[in-house]
């Protein structure tokens, strides 16, 4: 609107930020995050995993910052996290002072606010008479109504609260964005070859020793860790995976310092680079490898779970962001990595959606009970809806003792809340004749 001042930028900055200097490439990329935006949320009516729906909202946040402010570079992406809050504040005078200019070109806020007030009068008092004369409609109103209480109303005040907020706070920004693109860091003066050819030269050696010992694992299995004095399956693997997390993020660290510091200005300078961070993330790439495979043998000793299937997808996702650290390393170029580290985290999300984690998890344990007779009802019943279909192929009694903590806390799904997954569930629910209040249930845990 007129007379509005773009978003406050830190002091500091490389650049300044200019309003409205997006360009076509920028608008392009945001786009794709606003239906990254969508189909994260959309999570939400497909799966009833509570657990997978928050991750896909805290990312569904990120991805909603990125398509209103923009942002391509790794400065420009981490100032667009700071916008939103202080957009929304000041928006509000800016909304203000738009009603105030909008007034004499049409209805003012009051008449707005008295129209929809009859509006919802009007809709109430004739719902009420069709509702009393066909019991039919009354069910279909009852199902598009959500629940009418104090706590229930409260609670949908603060959502359209803060719903409206956000909303206004993106208004303000992409009426005035930010321009995030030209925020870039100052290029870091090159050092001399050997100060930093050495300490690669070193770590790569190091790096190589370990997966060396590594292929002890991949050939030696689950006869190595049992032999392997003092080791249990599950230090094996957790305790492999938090120090792959610490080597992922060092040995990315070192990277990104490496490729900045390093003298790039000859032919042997270039060479000298991509071999030695090519090598480095190369053989990163082996340390996921088995860090995957020990969290393979780990679920095929004690069963799938939802930590365990997570740990894998994260560890997937580091393998691919290592391919992508290939890329960036053979080319001296990575202004386009921070973008895709992001929309690979959302596809691993979105590839997780679609997998249909709980689901997945049950099926291998209910193989894996086919197979071995083992298996752990408690935790298979604190699962979602979404493993119902999969449950339902166990024996009884254990698929009543599976299926009835399931059955017992599954909700009833209004219009506004509506759930693929729990729809699907109560079929299997009523086919297989398990309810909440069934009584033979013999628990037990079998491993």
Excluded at 39 to 55: H, I, K, P, Q, S
Excluded at 62 to 76: H, I, M
Excluded at 325 to 335: E, I, N
Excluded at 375 to 385: F, I, M, R
Aim: aromatic share 6%; hydrophobic share 55%.
């Amino acid at each position: 609107m007129p007379g509005s001042t773009p978003a406050p930028v830190p002091p500091g900055a490389a650049t300044t930020v200019r309003p409205g200097a997006t360009g076509a490439p920028g608008r392009a990329a945001q786009v794709a995050w606003a239906a990254a935006t969508v189909a994260l949320v959309a999570v939400g009516t497909v799966r009833a995993a509570g657990w997978l729906f928050v991750l896909c909202l805290l990312a569904a946040a990120v991805t909603a910052t990125l398509a209103v402010t923009g942002g391509r570079t790794p400065f420009g992406m981490l100032l667009a996290a700071t916008l939103p809050p202080a957009a929304t504040v000041r928006a509000l005078p800016w909304a203000v002072r738009g009603l105030h200019r909008t007034r004499s070109s049409g209805p003012g806020i009051g008449r707005i606010v008295a129209s929809l007030a009859i509006s919802v009068g009007l809709l109430t008092l004739f719902g009420l008479l069709f509702s009393s004369a066909d019991a039919v409609f009354a069910d279909l109103l009852a199902g598009l109504l959500p629940d009418i209480s104090p706590g229930s109303v409260v609670g949908w005040l603060v959502r359209l609260g803060l719903i409206g907020l956000g909303l206004l706070g993106g208004a303000y920004l992409v009426s005035r964005p930010p321009d995030l693109n030209s925020l870039r860091a100052k290029p870091g003066r090159p050092v001399h070859r050997l100060e930093w050819a050495l300490p690669l030269v070193l770590l790569d050696a190091l790096f190589a020793a370990f997966v060396l010992v590594q292929l002890t694992v991949f050939f030696g299995g689950a006869g190595h860790v049992l032999r392997t004095a003092g080791l249990t399956y599950a230090e094996y693997a957790r305790s492999g995976f938090w120090q792959l997390l610490a080597v992922t993020a060092l040995t990315l660290l070192v990277i990104a310092v490496a490729a900045r510091r390093a003298p790039k200005a000859t032919r042997a300078d270039r060479l000298l680079v991509r071999t030695l961070l090519g090598v480095l993330t190369a053989l990163s790439l082996v340390v996921v490898a088995s860090s995957l495979y020990r969290m393979q043998v780990y679920a095929d000793a004690y069963g799938a779970t939802r930590l365990r299937l997570f740990v894998a997808t994260v560890e997937l996702s580091l393998g691919v962001l290592f391919v992508l650290v290939g890329v960036a390393v053979a080319r001296l170029r990575a202004d386009w990595l921070p973008r895709l580290v992001i929309g690979t985290a959302v596809l691993a999300l979105l590839g997780l959606a679609l997998v249909n984690p709980d689901r997945l998890i049950a099926d291998r344990n209910v193989d894996r009970y086919l197979e071995t007779g083992r298996v752990d009802l408690t935790y298979l019943s604190g699962l979602s809806a979404d493993a119902v279909p999969a449950l339902a192929r166990l024996p009884e009694p254990m698929r009543t003792c599976a299926l009835r903590e399931i059955a017992f806390e599954l909700p009833d799904d209004g219009f506004w809340a509506t759930n693929l997954g729990r729809e699907r569930a109560r079929s299997v629910l009523d086919a297989t004749q398990v309810t909440s209040s069934t009584t033979n249930c013999v628990a037990e845990v079998r491993w």
